[in-house]
Nanobody, 120 residues
Framework: QVQLVESGGGSVQAGGSLRLSCAASRLRNCMGWFRQAPGKEREGVAGFDAYGNTRYADSVQGRFAISEDNAKNTLDLQMNSLKPEDTAMYYC?????????????????WGQGTQVTVSS
């Protein structure tokens, strides 16, 4: 079992920045961030794959950066140049067998989510 608690969401104007943080009971390979907008499926945004490489969705490449602090067991997502289409609930995710597949991993532990709203 992995406990995940996100923080750092909020409202920002287009072009602004936000930093999300996830406090995890422990970090593992295949940690990541997902998002879900109203009426859309949950999608992978940024993550570490099984080899420790950072992976990004095409829509956020060059704007978002994922990082982790193993001493603090935190997983952060720096989001720059935000766009209205980035508006969504953002979830921290940890690997679990049989979960949602993305970047060669399966994610099955989820935080409660943190809302990000970007206005034009």
């Amino acid at each position: 079992q992995v406990q995940l608690v996100e923080s750092g969401g909020g409202s920002v104007q287009a072009g602004g920045s936000l930093r999300l943080s996830c406090a995890a009971s422990r970090l593992r390979n295949c940690m990541g961030w997902f998002r879900q907008a109203p009426g859309k499926e949950r999608e992978g945004v940024a993550g570490f794959d099984a080899y420790g490489n950072t992976r990004y969705a095409d829509s956020v490449q060059g704007r978002f950066a994922i990082s982790e602090d193993n001493a603090k067991n935190t997983l952060d997502l720096q989001m720059n140049s935000l766009k209205p289409e980035d508006t969504a609930m953002y979830y921290c995710a940890a690997p679990k067998y049989g979960g949602t597949a993305w970047v060669g991993c399966t994610f099955g532990y989820w935080g409660q989510g943190t809302q990000v709203t970007v206005s034009s």
